[in-house]
């Protein structure tokens, strides 16, 4: 398995920008499709990003979509998300995670290995 640690979350007032950063260790995330998933307290963890290993083909939440943009940099062994024009109901904690699939990957059963996860919040 691929050990994932995120960073980059934060407080920023809605309008604003954040980039989250996913490193992975132990396995490259080249291989992995890799995901976006956030949790706020007594939700359910909620899709909302992934790459395909194979493709490169991206898959993004309606919420999100326009806004938020997922990127790889397989020479870091690192996976990226881009949000812009943050909303307060983007706050939540942002979990990376990495799945060895390239279908239905926006359920989080189809991940093997998550990160700790980072808190973004969003004042208004």
């Known amino acids: 398995q691929v050990q994932l640690v995120e960073s980059g979350g934060g407080l920023v007032q809605a309008g604003g920008s954040l980039r989250l950063s996913c490193v992975g260790s132990g396995r490259t995330v080249s291989s992995y499709t890799m995901g976006w998933f956030r949790q706020v307290p007594g939700k359910e963890r909620e899709f909302v990003s992934a790459i395909t290993w194979s493709s490169g083909s991206t898959y993004y939440t309606d919420s999100v979509k326009g806004r938020f943009t997922i990127s790889r940099d397989n020479a870091k062994n690192t996976v990226f998300l881009q949000m812009n024009s943050l909303k307060p109901e983007d706050t939540a904690v942002y979990y990376c995670?990495?799945?060895?699939?390239?279908?239905?990957?926006?359920?989080?059963?189809?991940?093997?290995?998550w990160g700790q996860g980072t808190q973004v919040t969003v004042s208004s």
């Open positions: 995670a990495a799945s060895r699939y390239n279908a239905l990957v926006r359920r989080p059963t189809r991940y093997d290995s």
